[in-house]
């Protein structure tokens, strides 16, 4: 009888019933709120461990930005940890196969593994001496592991690859590691000092993870540099090298084919270059077709959970965003309750807004009730009084503080919840545009109002994105050519430093415009991947030809470059080709981040031993005459 009753009442409220019970009558839709401002994983764990027990027996379908937020990090570090294995497998066999030595990969690894681990116990110590969240380990800070393997990675093998080079050249040990660090020692500190620099660009952006990400990234730079310039000499020193053994006598696939590159590049300069130029202007125009999202429903493939279980929720009930509208002003004026029902009208004039709901609401209904459930009198009253005795009515059987979740205390602030189902990003911008709009024209100039919810959020977010990225690329490019002129005492050196980096961070993002790969707060990060190994290969590139020039022939000079410093290049570059295999990633993001970061190391190695190489064959003699 009761469950009848119930059933009778919904269905002559049809805007409650469509709130709480699917399409079908099949599900019934329960939403949770925290009072307190708890983390998302906190409230989404408390509310998973109470329902499933309960619920066992029933199809249970959670959702919500809450939900998804306190559950994504989680299934990103096991989903990203299992893929690095693979990933990490693959770097072991292409160093494997070109260095040909175990102890030699073993010691680049140490260098890696020890720079991880200081970087990841850095994260930790700040956060437990200051307790910021900016150093809480979340979803973006999933790529930072990756950055600084490649770094770590780059160093590392840059070392090693010399000095077996230089032991087969000078069949002693001694000579042989003074004369490595004595060609890498400036190139590395370089390198490492321009990258923290790049990294620290990120202090200055709006978004709070990304302040800890800059500080933690270019703390484990900085210990990755000091392992690679001290600890790891001091490593190869004690180890007595076999001078017979293959990894040393003999040069490697990636040395000799390095060789027959350089011979081509250095051959025909200009078509090289202008090939590469062609590059970069069809990568610009890419740019321009680049799409941003901020939506982490769309980090999802269809077909995993909680894709499914979201895509479930939009097409069955309410949808999975959500819109509060905060309006300031005396909640029992018949005027103001009004305007708050036009706007929630207006709000549900959207396709995808499937309902609202307000104290209005609550008014409307409490109104129809006293009138013997008359649906004409579902309406705001005409008078203050009347709707001060509709409360007290209410607070005679009721609890006034079951309305909390949509009005203060005192009756002076109210919240319009609007849900909807998943919106594209252009749908995003032009519903609050339109919204804004609408309160502008229609809302009495003395009720204040502020607009909020995941839908502005993810606008919002949107926005800080594409003005961070922009901000955070160019900054570091403008740092990056500042520091290498002064350390190269010449602004052409500073110039030829960055038009590599330039050049495949514009073909990286022009292609992810052609592919139609969105720029999230994820994929954002690649511009850090490509200016943190891509400065790597141009410093190294610019300091060993202004070394070799000293003592070089100027028609031998960029052979003799391409030769030193192309098969650590390729190297570093093919081993980190391993993170392919985040291809392979549930997650659209970090899937796009695999095939981008094999992308970025074909062009910023390619482009600083093609483009590079040959720009400063073109202007050879001006840099020999300057540099001498």
């Known amino acids: 009888a009761e469950v009848k009753e119930i ?37 989404r764990n408390t509310v998973v461990e109470i329902t499933d027990p309960i619920l066992e027996e029933y199809e249970v379908h959670y959702g919500g930005q809450a939900y998804v937020t306190g559950t994504v990090p989680e299934l990103i570090r096991v989903d990203v940890q299992s893929l690095m294995k693979f990933g990490i497998i693959i770097m072991i066999a292409v160093l494997l196969l070109n260095l040909r030595s175990i102890s030699g990969v073993a010691m680049v690894f140490m260098v890696i593994g020890m720079s991880l681990v200081g970087m990841m116990g850095f994260m930790g110590w700040v956060y437990k001496i200051t307790g910021s969240d900016r150093f809480l380990f979340t979803m973006v800070q999933t790529s930072m592991p990756i950055i600084l393997l490649t770094i770590a990675n780059s160093d590392g093998v840059h070392v090693v690859s010399k000095y077996f080079k230089e032991l087969r050249l000078k069949q002693d040990h001694r000579v042989a590691l003074i004369s490595t660090m004595d060609s890498l020692l400036i190139p590395i500190f370089l390198t490492s000092v321009t990258t923290v620099a790049a990294f620290m660009t990120m202090v200055a952006s709006p978004l709070e993870p990304l302040i800890g990400y800059g500080f933690t990234i270019a703390a484990g730079i900085i210990w990755a540099w000091f392992l690679s310039s001290l600890m790891l000499p001091a490593v190869m020193s004690l180890k007595k090298w076999d001078m017979t053994s293959n990894a ?23 078509y090289v270059f202008s090939s590469g130029a062609i590059f970069v202007i069809f990568g610009i125009f890419g740019l321009f077709k680049i799409t941003v999202d901020a939506n982490i429903a769309n980090f999802f493939k269809p077909g995993t959970e909680i894709r499914d279980s979201m895509d479930f929720m939009d097409e069955h009930l309410t949808g999975t965003m959500d819109l509060r509208i905060r309006m300031e002003g005396d909640m029992k004026d018949p005027e103001v309750l009004s305007d708050m029902a036009h706007l929630q009208k207006f709000a549900e004039d959207n396709e995808k807004v499937k309902t609202s709901f ?4 609550i008014v409307k209904q409490m109104h129809k009730t006293v009138m013997d459930d008359d649906p004409s009198f579902e309406t705001v009253p005409d008078s203050r009084d009347k709707i001060n005795n509709l409360f007290t009515m209410y607070s005679m059987s009721g609890d006034p503080e079951d309305f909390s979740s949509l009005v203060d205390y005192d009756y002076e602030v109210g919240l319009i919840t609007a849900l909807s189902t998943n919106m594209l990003t252009e749908e995003v911008f032009a519903y609050t545009q339109e919204l804004n709009q609408f309160s502008k024209e229609n809302i009495r100039s003395n009720v204040k109002m502020n607009i909020t919810g995941m839908i502005v959020v993810i606008r919002d977010l949107i926005i800080m994105i594409v003005n961070s990225t922009i901000f955070s690329i160019t900054f570091s490019l403008i740092i990056i050519g500042i520091i290498s002129s002064i350390f190269f005492k010449r602004i052409l050196w500073g110039v030829l430093a960055v ?44 300091a060993q030809f202004r070394r070799l020039s000293r003592t070089v022939s100027p028609e031998d000079l960029s052979q003799e470059v391409v030769d030193d410093v192309g098969y650590a290049i390729i190297l570093d570059a093919g081993s980190n080709m391993g993170f392919g295999a985040l291809l392979f990633s549930a997650f659209l993001p970090v899937k796009y981040i695999g095939g981008l970061m094999v992308f970025a190391m074909v062009s910023t190695s390619l482009g600083t031993l093609t483009v590079l190489a040959a720009l400063t064959e073109l202007l050879k003699k001006r840099l020999i005459e300057k540099g001498k």
Do not use: C, W
């Open 248 to 270: 040393i006598s003999n040069p490697s696939i990636f040395e000799r084919s390095i060789n027959k590159l350089g011979k081509v590049v250095l051959t025909h300069p200009k």
């Open 7 to 43: 059933k009778q009442y919904l269905n002559n409220n049809p805007a409650l019933k469509k709130r709480m019970i699917s399409q079908n009558e099949d599900y019934l839709v329960m939403m949770v709120q925290p009072y307190d401002n708890i983390g998302a994983d906190k409230f």
């Open 358 to 361: 307000s104290i209005a609401d």
């Open 499 to 542: 038009i590599p980096l330039t050049s495949a961070v514009i073909i990286n993002f022009g292609f992810m415009g052609y592919f139609g790969i969105e720029l999230s707060h994820i994929t954002a990060i690649l511009s850090s991947i490509i200016i943190g190994v891509g400065v790597d290969f141009a410093i190294h590139y610019v």
